[in-house]
């Protein structure tokens, strides 16, 4: 007999592949392993099926289903009806956990059995949704709820699943209230589980949430009206005629009269709430404990004390975020002074000179919004060369960071020294340093740079020169020995490459990072495979350095590696508190460059299929 | 030669071990020599540290603070399990031990916060008695109490290597032990740990049951004042 997982965690994704490879991330780094991940998709045409391929291959999704469905609900139901787990949790795609201790700590809760399920908070944007009552008042009016940190027993969702009507956008907010009205016990855990998207899903779309929450208002509680309904979530958003909402809590229906009540507290926490004045606060707030106190089935007194010490906690975790914010721009400020002090030296000791040798680089680098403020000091550091590069271009996703407001002013302020910054409408993450521009290597050659990195000033003339004498091979500030097993047939794992090793000639044995800039001759990212986002998918969705290595690899192109490619100190990397998200967790601790290198010599067996001869030959040369 | 009896030590010095004055050993040694103890206090430039020529045996541990949150009084701390959480509930500013309560003598690799900060977890962790003083002490400087609070975390992580303070910085896991003496945030493995909680979980909310419409009302425009400061600025 087999046993169930403990948790089924269901991802519903749809023409969204890059978004997803940040969710299927969060829920591979999960400390705890008891569960399985279940993918839905909505037979997308964005190379989603490719991705998921990839993952299944690897053994990292267990299931995984792409066909057309009527909307994200009817998704979702499919896959409650796929899980096997006793308890079953959706992380929709762009959806992440807080932590990688996320399933631990829920499988802590729920792992005596006492509980029909968890609900944990959420946070969205630098706010945090914070649940506080176990009632089925949360279908009044999605009462500070994430989904995305509820687990539930699958039996009971299935006796209880989503309101998959089209026009429909808060059934999990109904399905956790008639959870609660059916009985069910899912005590909440202060603490945000999970961190929902920043892309706006089918909840941004104000009027039809509205038409979807009239409909629930007027089919749940009995007498009222669509007008009713309107002045309720009226007041849910901008807190508008609270007067009205008085009105609603002294009906004589004390059902609807408890519910608004319990509403009314939680929207006294909310932003929208600031404008009120205090007496009008004063009001609301008085006539809801009333009305919570004069019902006999309620426990009153506990309620709004557990609403006090939640907010409590949650104005202590907005504190925490504050301060972390303020840490990080006093370390930015203090970098910033040092690495002033840098350019300076390197100004007065002629190692700068203000007429610098003009080149025809083009350079391209990605960022995201954890490096945002910190991204200039490696563009700085660029402009700030001994040779001068033609053009410099930054990626940035729409769906991370929306538009230029959004950028640090000293970021921006680069632009006046000829940075270019482009937004592309959705982020293919790392991928964007050349998927956007890759035709720009048509007339010049390529250089990609990463976002975390203080360039010496000599690394582009290290990479030019370097290039003047191998026009046709790449050139890598930083390259690693592949290591091949010993029979020469394949590659040996990634932990056992040579790493920063530096050649007299240019070699296929050697592999450039990114972290040390690489200079791709002219016209190599503008073949085909290059950016063919299927072929990336669905061998190296997260490794960029080692798709562009296969892809020389499949053309005989071999690598040069420049003199500053040793173990020296050159590059200077920023300090812990500045390097939040770092791939590198990912890719090297859970051996996911190994899978991925494995994936990819399965395309490069038909594209080439000599390829590791040639590379034993590499070793010669 | 008898040793000063009062120190003033400057902030920064007195987190660093290397900064630990010389003439503190002679305090600490004359504090045993005359059975007498050890205070020190948090001042508005300085801290200070004071040996009393005798210490009355038998009296608790002293510590005097500020609250961190409205629930607690000196009484609900009846037990290690419960002691062991005030430093996260009640913000340290002075702390008196007697020489039978000192346990560490402070190595030089050690701080002088250190060697309070490890003195006092000892001693509550011997659940030796506790006095109290939460009444109206003057807010010192803020950072500097959180430091010294930040140091009894420290040693407290290390003595208990709890899964849950692994994966958090220091203030926020601080906030967190905190939170969890209201609501259940965090499972400890330690059993002490666990039990000093759901007792101090069960003393709050024995005592919220016993609140009127109009101190639950009071406490709401509380918290919520204190909400709103995050969305005006």
Known sequence: MTSRPFFSIVTVSYNDAWSMMKTAR????????????????????????????????????????????????????KGLRLASGQYVCFLNSSDVFAHSGVLELVHDVLKDGQSDGALGWGELNDQIWASWIEDEAFKMASLGFCHQSLYVKRELLLEHPFDDRKFKT?????????????????????????????????????????ISIRATLTEEYEGLSDQDANDIIDFRRSCTDPDRIVGFMKRQDRYLARHVAIMVLDTMFQKSSVKLS???????????????????????????????????????????????????????????????????????????????????LVISLTSFPARLKTVHFAIRSLLEQTCRPKEIHLWLGKDEVPGARWLPSRLRELEEHGLKIHFADRTFHQYDKFMHNADLNDRSPFVIVDDDVIYPPTALESLY???????????????????????????????????????????????????????????????????????????????????????????????????????GQWYHRYTPSMRDGTLMATNVDRGLNDNQIQQCLK?????????????RQGEVA | ?????????????????????????????????????????????????????????????KVAGNWRGPDFESTDFSHAGTKLFLPFLFEISEINLSHAQIFTLGHSYRSLADFFMRNLLLSLCRDEALDIDGSGQEI????????????????????????????????????????????????????????????????????????????????????????MAHFSK
Not at chain 1, 37 to 49: P, Q, R, W
Not at chain 1, 605 to 613: H, L, M
Not at chain 2, 205 to 219: A, C, D, F, I, V
């Open chain 1, 278 to 360: 205090e007496e009008m606060c004063d009001k609301l707030m008085r006539t809801a404990l009333e009305v919570l106190d004069s019902d006999s089935q309620f426990d009153s007194v506990e309620a709004v004390e557990r609403l006090r010490l939640c907010q409590m906690e949650r104005e202590a975790a907005l504190r925490v975020a504050a301060t972390a914010k303020r840490d990080l721009d006093r370390a930015v400020a203090k970098f910033q002074s040092e690495e002033s002090r840098r350019i300076e030296k390197l100004y007065s000791a002629a190692v700068l000179k203000p007429d610098r040798t003009p080149t025809d």
């Open chain 1, 26 to 77: 969060s829920v591979f780094e999960q400390s705890f392993e008891d569960f399985e991940y279940i993918i839905v998709d909505g037979a997308s045409k964005d190379g989603s099926t490719a991705l998921m391929q990839f993952w299944q291959a690897q053994g990292l999704v267990n299931k995984a289903v792409s066909e057309p469905d009527t909307g994200v609900y009817d998704a979702m139901n």
């Open chain 1, 603 to 615: 395309w490069l067996d038909d594209v080439r299929p000599g390829w590791a001869e040639d590379l």
């Open chain 1, 170 to 210: 808060d059934s999990d907010t109904l399905q956790l209230g008639r959870l609660f009205g059916a009985g069910a016990r899912i005590p909440i855990i202060a603490e945000p589980l999970a961190k929902r998207g920043g892309e706006p899903g089918i909840s941004a779309d104000a009027e039809r949430t509205k």
């Open chain 1, 465 to 567: 020169d370097a290039h003047q004498k191998y026009p046709d091979a790449i050139i890598g500030n930083r390259c690693h020995w592949v290591a091949m097993d010993d029979a020469g047939g394949t590659l040996a794992p990634y932990q056992d490459w040579t790493r920063e090793v530096a050649l007299a000639a240019p070699s296929e044995r050697l592999m450039p990072t990114g972290a040390g800039g690489v200079l791709y001759p002219k016209g190599f990212l503008t073949a085909p495979e290059v950016t063919d986002q299927e072929l990336i998918l669905s061998n190296a969705p997260y490794a960029d350095d080692i798709w562009l290595k296969i892809c020389a690899m499949a053309r005989g192109i071999p690598t040069f590696a420049t003199n500053l490619s040793n173990k």
């Open chain 2, 1 to 61: 030669m008898a040793s000063k009896s009062e120190l003033i030590i400057p902030f920064d010095d007195f987190f660093q071990a290397d900064r630990k004055p010389a003439e503190f050993a002679n305090m600490l040694g004359d504090c045993f020599a005359r059975r007498g103890s050890l205070g020190v206090e948090c001042r508005k430039d300085a801290f200070r540290v004071s040996l009393r020529a005798s210490s009355n045996l038998g009296s608790g541990v």
């Open chain 2, 140 to 227: 010192v400087d803020d950072g500097v109490v959180r430091n010294f609070q930040r140091q009894y975390f420290y040693i407290f992580k290390t003595l208990f290597p709890e899964p849950v303070l692994e994966k958090r910085h220091a203030r926020e896991s601080i906030d967190f032990m905190q939170a969890n003496a209201y609501v259940p945030v965090m499972d400890f493995q330690n059993p002490l740990l666990r039990l000093g909680a759901e007792q101090l979980r069960a003393t709050c909310l024995s005592r919220s049951g016993q609140k009127s419409q109009e101190q639950l009302l009071k406490g709401l425009h509380q918290a919520r004042q204190k909400m």
